[in-house]
């Protein structure tokens, strides 16, 4: 079967349960390249991907965003996946993205997302949000595109990611302002992925500190989308989205709503505050370059 002219990046970090099967899935949609990007792992991580065939790169323990970066440095192929090492895509994942990016004209599309073998009620409920926000029958657009997702080449490496979200969550959100700003078109497609999930409360809540403090460095970055980003944490996600979960029937995750946008929210203001008194340095906008 002919090589799909697509370069998967996965960033790892301590994937050693994940990345086998991982990798496996990727492979069988047949790309011509994979390349693993792993931020100091201490397990088998490095050793699973090498045998399995990827290209490894190591670029030292500097945070996702950077490793990213290195990723779609490294990418030789026209188009750029960015798959996370706790993703199992379906086996026609990338040739779906790819047909329906070239269809459609899209710069930037965004797969599918549901829970992969999800057991307890946080992974169930991460689960259903997902599918809430991803669930499409044709492509679709959007200003947002996250993981796992499809780029062209020349839109991404034009774009790029910022350094300055190391170590706290948003580096896909600040890529989509980017992409957005440089007039690149982005959407969510049909291509799916089944995601392991976060198991636990306290892992929950860590996760939306980590998202919270990466929103305050969206709002000092683009003050323009703060009215935006207050709306999406206080009010989108625990009635907009948590009300579409209870007509479809997930009504008991509510409160895993609700807890999505109110811990960000509440982790995003103080946080902004320590910003403003700080303020560091963060990466340029991109050049307009269409529309």
């Given at each position: 079967m002919d090589k799909l002219p697509i370069s998967v990046t996965i960033c790892t970090y301590n994937e050693e349960q994940d990345i086998g099967d991982c990798l496996r899935k990727v492979f069988a949609n047949h790309p011509a390249?994979?390349?693993?990007?792993?931020?100091?792992?201490?397990?088998?991580?490095v050793e699973i991907a090498t045998a399995a065939g990827a290209r490894v790169i190591q670029p030292g323990v500097k945070g996702l965003s950077s490793?990213?970066?290195?990723?779609?440095?490294?990418?030789t192929q026209p188009f750029v996946a960015i798959i996370d090492g706790d993703d199992h895509v379906e086996p026609d994942f990338l040739s779906t993205l790819l047909k329906e990016m070239q269809d459609y004209g899209y710069d930037a599309l965004l797969g599918r997302e549901?829970?992969?073998e999800p057991k307890t009620y946080w992974e169930k409920a991460m689960g259903s949000t997902n599918y809430g926000i991803t669930f499409t029958e044709k492509p679709?657009?959007?200003n947002m595109v996250g993981r796992p997702s499809l780029y062209r080449a020349e839109a991404i490496k034009h774009c790029g990611f910022d350094s300055f979200f190391n170590g706290v969550g948003d580096e896909d959100?600040?890529?989509?302002?980017?992409?957005?700003?440089?007039?690149?078109?982005?959407?969510?497609?049909?291509g799916l992925t089944h995601r392991q999930q976060t198991p636990s409360f306290g892992g929950i809540v860590k996760k939306f500190v980590k998202?919270?403090?990466?929103?305050?460095?969206?709002v000092y970055k683009y003050p323009f989308k703060a009215k935006n980003l207050?709306?999406?944490l206080a009010i989108r996600y625990p009635f907009v989205r948590g009300g579409k979960a209870i007509a479809r029937g997930d009504w008991k995750y509510w409160p895993f709503y609700a807890m999505y946008g109110w811990i960000r929210f509440f982790t995003m203001l103080p946080e902004l505050v320590k910003l403003l008194f700080a303020r560091p340095n963060h990466g340029p906008y991109p050049a307009k370059v269409r529309g």
């Open positions: 390249e994979v390349i693993v990007v792993d931020g100091g792992s201490t397990d088998r991580t490793q990213r970066q290195a990723g779609i440095d490294a990418a549901v829970a992969y679709v657009d959007t959100t600040d890529l989509s302002i980017r992409m957005e700003i440089a007039g690149f078109r982005q959407g969510i497609g049909t998202y919270g403090r990466g929103d305050a460095r969206i207050i709306y999406h």
